[in-house]
């Protein structure tokens, strides 16, 4: 088989567990296995480098950063490959311009355009073990290195994956699959099984971080059977992510999410004419800010109520939008000790009373909802963070996911 293996940040954090998962690559090569190994940096670098930057100037380049965070990928595909030498491994390492990558042109947050295979068939036809620096490519215009948005190693392996036409990408972190809910939360989460591309999109897009969502949306793309899985204990069998057809037994509620960085933006009294919401949207999103819920309340006499989450990340730069709207409102309130609780699963399409069921166990535990959104496989609830561990064991219980 053609194996593309993921390594995640805590699998690589030192040396030792870099000698682990060359035991583990070495192990699949021995087996007779072609492998094409992508890698994080080590975990905490990337925020190390961001660091340092911001201590240096308010406003870096996002070029540079580029420049500056890729070359945590670069040290640890560089010291496996090192590693695995030593036990008379044959191995090349790659950066994402060698690996063939080439995205557009937004710095810190690249997509993916293309990917030239040619360097990484070569390389495999030489009987090479490679070794891909994750979360970078080039970009097409400028031909300068890019990142792919934070937690990006995983859509480099997804990507390369797809393109080649590997049998199979297997995406090794700290915990041995997907689980029902953030197993770190609550203790009793249960392990699926399988779970189905578009349940794991909205599980990763609401806060759910064992995978980056747009690696998701792009294995769902090219058809990638991806397997989540732990480099602690690589002998216990994963999660796999696949198509819902794949999945027999389909559950009402598979799992739910916790993003904790989001901020609320409350409008009150808002002029209710036409073009308001139009102008403060575009506003946004001409400052790349992400807007994720919005409610708007009916109008009474000329005002409405207007409220939106935002990520925490782009606080500052929304309070710089909002100031060109405080003559439009009554009052612009910002609250960032909010977070947002998603339950997931493709059974909710066929059944009914999975939201009624969400808001009777909040309010037993006396949490007060403050905007809730919902979709064919989705239910969002905005409540203050300091529930967050609450809601979610409240709501597992609830839908027997312990079960
Ligand atoms: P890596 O560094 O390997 O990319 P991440 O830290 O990005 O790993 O993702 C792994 C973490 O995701 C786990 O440690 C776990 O706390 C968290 N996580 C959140 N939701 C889930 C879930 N539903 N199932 C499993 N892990 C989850
Ligand atoms: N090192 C990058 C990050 O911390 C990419 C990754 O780990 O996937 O976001
Ligand atoms: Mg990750």
Do not use: W
């Amino acid at each position: 088989m053609l194996k593309v293996l993921k390594f995640g940040g805590t699998s690589v954090a030192n040396l030792e567990k870099i000698k682990n998962v060359s035991k583990i690559i070495s192990k699949q090569r021995d087996e007779g296995h072609d492998i094409i190994a992508v890698v994080s940096a080590m975990s905490g670098e990337t925020n190390k480098l961001l660091k340092y930057a911001h201590k240096l100037s308010k406003k870096p380049k996002k070029n540079e950063l580029d420049m500056l965070l890729s070359a945590g990928e670069r040290i640890t595909s560089s010291l496996l490959s090192i590693v695995l030498n030593e036990h008379n491994y044959k191995t090349i390492s790659m950066s994402g311009r060698i690996a063939g990558i080439v995205t557009d042109d937004k710095h810190t947050n690249a997509r993916i355009k293309s990917i030239d295979v040619k360097n990484l068939k070569n390389e495999i036809k030489n009987g090479n073990i490679i070794i891909v620096a994750g979360f970078q490519g080039i970009t097409y215009n400028t031909n300068r290195v890019s990142t792919l948005g934070r937690g990006g190693s995983d859509l480099s392996a997804v990507a390369i994956a797809g393109a080649i036409k590997a049998d199979l990408c297997e995406l090794y972190t700290d915990v041995d699959g997907i689980y029902t809910t953030d197993p770190r939360i609550e203790p009793k989460a249960k392990k699926l099984n399988k779970i189905s591309y578009d349940e794991m999109l909205e599980l990763a897009s609401s806060g759910a971080k064992v995978l980056q969502n747009r690696s998701v949306e792009m294995a769902k793309k090219l058809n990638v059977n991806l397997i989540s899985r732990s480099s602690f204990t690589p002998d216990v069998e994963g999660t796999l992510i696949t198509k819902e057809e794949n999945i027999m037994e389909k559950p009402v509620v598979s799992g739910i999410a916790v993003d904790k960085d989001q901020v609320r933006v409350g409008m009150f009294k808002v002029s209710d004419k036409p073009g308001i919401a139009a102008s403060i949207f575009s506003s946004l999103a001409n400052e790349d800010i992400n807007v994720d819920m919005i409610v708007q309340t009916v109008g009474v006499d000329g005002k409405t109520d207007l409220d939106f989450t935002i990520p925490t990340n782009d606080f500052e730069k929304c309070k710089n939008v909002m100031e060109k709207f405080v003559k439009d409102t009554q009052k612009i309130d910002y609250n960032e000790f909010i977070c947002k609780i998603s339950i997931v699963g493709v059974g909710m399409k066929s059944h009914t009373g999975v939201a009624s069921k969400a808001f009777s166990t909040l309010a037993q535990e006396g949490i007060n909802i403050r905007i809730i959104s919902t979709s064919e496989i989705k239910i969002s609830m905005i409540v203050e963070e300091k529930y967050a561990e609450l809601a979610v064991r409240a709501l597992h219980e609830a839908y027997n996911l312990d079960k």
